[in-house]
């Protein structure tokens, strides 16, 4: 079994920052895309930021320029910098990982995090 967990989600001001990571666990060879989602309330989960397994990534138009995403492939963690973060910024974010490929040829598919809260206040 593999689970992805989140943490770095908190309370900041409006022009702070935030770093979240998202750390795959479990007997993992190696991981596609990882990607960073969020959601607020009564909206639809929306793609923040993806990063391929080569580093290839591709943003939000909303948060080019202030938000980056990174992975370090060793320790099957991806990261989400956020920079200048705004009130809209607010959500729940979630990590998710296309494919994680396991022991014994086990394939896993579309899994995804818990979330963490991110709250900017203005």
């Known amino acids: 079994q593999v689970q992805l967990v989140e943490s770095g989600g908190g309370l900041v001001q409006a022009g702070g920052s935030l770093r979240l990571s998202c750390a795959a666990s479990g007997s993992i060879f190696s991981i596609n895309a990882m990607s960073w989602y969020r959601q607020t309330p009564g909206l639809q989960r929306e793609l923040v930021a993806a990063?391929?397994?080569?580093?290839?990534?591709n943003y939000a138009d909303s948060v080019k320029g202030r938000f980056t995403i990174s992975r370090d492939n060793a320790k099957n963690t991806v990261y989400l910098q956020m920079n200048s973060l705004k009130p809209e910024d607010t959500a729940v974010y979630y990590c998710f990982a296309d494919q994680i490929s396991a022991v014994r040829g086990i394939r896993y598919l579309g899994v995804w995090g818990q979330g963490t809260l991110v709250t900017v206040s203005s």
């Open positions: 990063i391929t397994s080569g580093g290839s990534t």
